[in-house]
Each structure stands twice: as structure tokens, then as C-alpha cells.
């Protein structure tokens, strides 16, 4: 058994884990708790009791054991944390992670992992670049020296794959009757490009990861092993929103990287927003209507900052600054205008069979509208930045598809050949 794992029935349980898992049980029950006693307060409140000083809150003795509960979590948790933290740790090797747990943290971190985050939870996936399935560590130079010296020459053209909500890298390989598929190979394959997967935590505002993302970049500008001439962005879904605020960031601060930025496509990006989202924000004030179920519109208000941005399609820091991004409020984003002189692709999708004004407006790809995906707008200002973009769109397609489908890869290595032709002449 290694250093630091705890035997648990089949596979090795690390003691990361069990911190993670810790805290989570202890924000679990935190919050629980404070359902409870919204509910409890609301039925006393019907009998004309009064509460605590603070809304969907008991007083006296009953919110002191409320108050008692929580505290005694808190107290447990980080008792049991620190005792975890002083067994000798495994340093956990990037190949060691097994498909199932990564996907099982890259959807935990969607859907919370601002909070995992902010509570310090081993949980939380830091963003990183893999090339070849090994990771890039930027911070040490030996390390990565050896990883570049392995590579092939691609002429300084590097393809950079963008995940969307609680996705990761892995996510790119997927089965298409039997094959397997995977669009960045399919693309680095055809046009010469050396594939990069980032990994992030998709639950973070899209503003954060974009500035993180724009910073690692121009790390990996400095120590590329060769001068880059082509970075092209492949980006799905809330990728998109990504990569345009690294774009934004890059641009503001006159970083170098984004010299090198050719051509960004997008596949499924919500440039305006998605309506899971809107229902989400729907179904919060609507728990707000009764003193009942008051108390459970904490459970909506558990999604995370990457999940609330894609409401509208924010993708600036600026749009959320003194406002709760919780309330309920009209599209005010900013448009923001894509980078200068890089060539632009949205690829979208749609489960309706053939074009027509309902599809357009109404029927998207399951989760992202038609419209949103193409960057079309009803507002003139928020529609111009995707005016100059080429466009393409699948029918009888959803969301997920657009990472699976054979003719996809085949569309984007048209597009990016023809691009690159006319580049080049």
C-alpha cells in the first residue's frame, strides 16, 4: 500500500480524498441544517412566534441548538481535517487518476467548485495543460524541458482544447458507433498542430479562469521549445466564454501570446446566455414566495459563479461587480468584441431537422439556443462582435453530439485548411 492511501475495498482511498470528503459532509450538513430551521421558524412564524434577528431563523433555546449543531460540525470538521493532514500525504501523480473519479470531480467542481475553492477542499481541480497525457508544470523548468524535448517539430503550431461546464480533457475522446472520436487529434492530424488540453474548475466565475488561462498561456509562450507561429483555440461550450476572457484579459495587458492567436472555434458556445440557467434563476425566486419554501432556495443558491454566468454569457469581471449574482435581473453584459485579426468559427447545433424561425429562436441543442450558439442577437450592439465569424450549423444534433460526431472533426479541418490557405497566400 502507498505512503499516505487508506485501504478501502478495491482501489486505494488517498487522504486528500478523505479531507475532501470531510468537508464536504460538514458543508452538507451545514446547510441541512439551516433548511431545517427556515422550515422550523416558518411554521412557529404561522403561530405567530418570532425568530431570530436574522430572516428564516429561530430564537431562544431552539436557535441556540441550531447554532450548536452547525458549530459543533465546524468544530469536528476541522478537527478531522487537521488530524488527516498529519498523516504523510501520497504526492499524487497526474496518470494515476482513474476516468471515473476525474469526471466525478469535474462535475462536482461545476457545479460547487467556487465554494471548493474558497474552503480550501483538496476537491478543487487547479487548472493545467497536458500534452501527451502528462501534465505541463510550468513552475519547474527541468520537468518541462524533458516533456518539450520528446516532442516533434509542428512548426511552432499549437491547437489549445478547451473543456466545457463540469467537463475536463478526457472529455474530448469520445465513441461514435463503435469509434473512437476525438476532434483535436482529428484536427492536429490533418493540419499539423501539436494538441494541448487544459483542465480547469469549471465551477469559478468565467472571468477567473479566463485571466488564469491568459496567464498560463503567456508562461507557455515563454518556454514553448520552439517560436509559436499558429495557436488555434478549440473551445466547447462555456470553453468559448472562457477563451474569449482570456482574449479580453490578454489584450488589456499586452500580453504576447495573443500575437500568436490564428483562429478560435467555437463548438455549442452560449455567447448569450442558456435557459437552464434562466430556470435555475427562475426556480430561486420562485422558493422565495412562501415562508415555506423560503428556507430551500438555499439549494439553488448552492450552483456555482461558473454556472450563474452562463445565464447571459458573462465573461467580464465587471459585469457581477456589487451585484448578487443570485437576484434576478435583465441582460446587461457588455459586449465584448472578439480579438482583432483572428479568423472565428461557430459551430452550433440543433435537434430539429431542417432551418426555420422556430429552430433559430426556440429550439437549440438541448442546452444551448440556436441563436445564442451563432452569436445572433435581437440587440444590434450585442450581435456585432460575431458579425465577421463564419458560421455552421448541424441539424439533428445536440450539445454533447458536437464532441462525438465524426462529421464535426470533418468540418473543422475543412474550415481550418481553407483558412490557413488563404493566411498563407
Known amino acids: 500500500m502507498k505512503n499516505g492511501d487508506v485501504k478501502s475495498g478495491k482501489s486505494p482511498l488517498k487522504v486528500k480524498d478523505l479531507i475532501g470528503a470531510t468537508q464536504l459532509s460538514a458543508l452538507a450538513v451545514t446547510q441541512v441544517s439551516h433548511i431545517a430551521e427556515g422550515v422550523h421558524q416558518a411554521i412557529w412564524s404561522s403561530f405567530g412566534v418570532k425568530g431570530g434577528k436574522a430572516p428564516h ?33 501520497q504526492t499524487v501523480v497526474e496518470g494515476e487518476e482513474s476516468p471515473k473519479r476525474a469526471n466525478l470531480m469535474a462535475v462536482l467542481n461545476g457545479v460547487i467548485g467556487d465554494q471548493l475553492q474558497q ?22 523548468a527541468n520537468s518541462t524541458e524533458a516533456l518539450f524535448s520528446r516532442l516533434s517539430s509542428t512548426g511552432g503550431k499549437i491547437l489549445l482544447m478547451v473543456h466545457g461546464l463540469c467537463r475536463n480533457d478526457l472529455h474530448w475522446q469520445q465513441q461514435h458507433e463503435g469509434r473512437l472520436v476525438n476532434h483535436g487529434e482529428t484536427v492536429s492530424q490533418a493540419c499539423g498542430y501539436q494538441p494541448i488540453y487544459l483542465r480547469y474548475n ?3 466565475p468565467v472571468y477567473a479562469n479566463g485571466r488564469q488561462l491568459a496567464e498560463m ?13 499558429d495557436l488555434t483555440v478549440l473551445a466547447h461550450s462555456m470553453g468559448g466564454l ?49 415562508p415555506f419554501t423560503a428556507p430551500f432556495s438555499r439549494l439553488a443558491k448552492l450552483r456555482s459563479a461558473g454556472i450563474t454566468d452562463l445565464r447571459y454569457g458573462t465573461v467580464l469581471e465587471e459585469e457581477w461587480h456589487g451585484e448578487d449574482r443570485f437576484h434576478h435581473r435583465s441582460d446587461a453584459c457588455r459586449a465584448v468584441a472578439l480579438p482583432t485579426g483572428v479568423n472565428c468559427l461557430n459551430v452550433a447545433a440543433t435537434t430539429a431537422s431542417k432551418a426555420s424561425t422556430l429552430a433559430k429562436r426556440l429550439v437549440g441543442d438541448g442546452l444551448v439556443p440556436l441563436n445564442s450558439a451563432l452569436g445572433y442577437h435581437d440587440l444590434a450592439e450585442k450581435a456585432q462582435p460575431f458579425e465577421d465569424c463564419h458560421h455552421h450549423t448541424f441539424y439533428s444534433m445536440n450539445h454533447l453530439a458536437l464532441l462525438s460526431r465524426p462529421e464535426v472533426g470533418e468540418r473543422l479541418v475543412d474550415w481550418l485548411g481553407a483558412a490557413n490557405d488563404f493566411l498563407n497566400e
Open 57 to 89: 431563523t429561530t430564537g431562544g433555546i431552539t436557535g441556540l441548538v441550531y447554532k450548536s449543531i452547525r458549530g459543533t460540525t465546524a468544530v469536528l470538521s476541522k478537527g478531522a481535517v487537521s488530524l488527516l493532514n498529519a498523516l504523510p500525504l
Open 119 to 140: 474552503t480550501h477542499n483538496p476537491f478543487a481541480t487547479p487548472m493545467t495543460l497536458r500534452l501527451n497525457g502528462e501534465l505541463i508544470d510550468l513552475s519547474h
Open 202 to 204: 469549471s465551477g469559478l
Open 217 to 229: 498561456l503567456e508562461r507557455l509562450h515563454e518556454h514553448w521549445p520552439e517560436s509559436i507561429a
Open 242 to 290: 472562457v477563451i474569449r476572457s482570456a482574449c479580453y484579459h490578454a489584450e488589456q495587458c499586452g500580453m504576447k501570446w495573443q500575437r500568436c492567436l490564428k483562429h478560435i472555434i467555437f463548438l455549442g458556445t452560449p455567447h448569450h446566455g442558456a435557459p437552464l440557467e434562466l430556470i435555475g434563476s427562475w426556480l430561486h425566486r420562485s422558493l422565495l414566495h412562501t
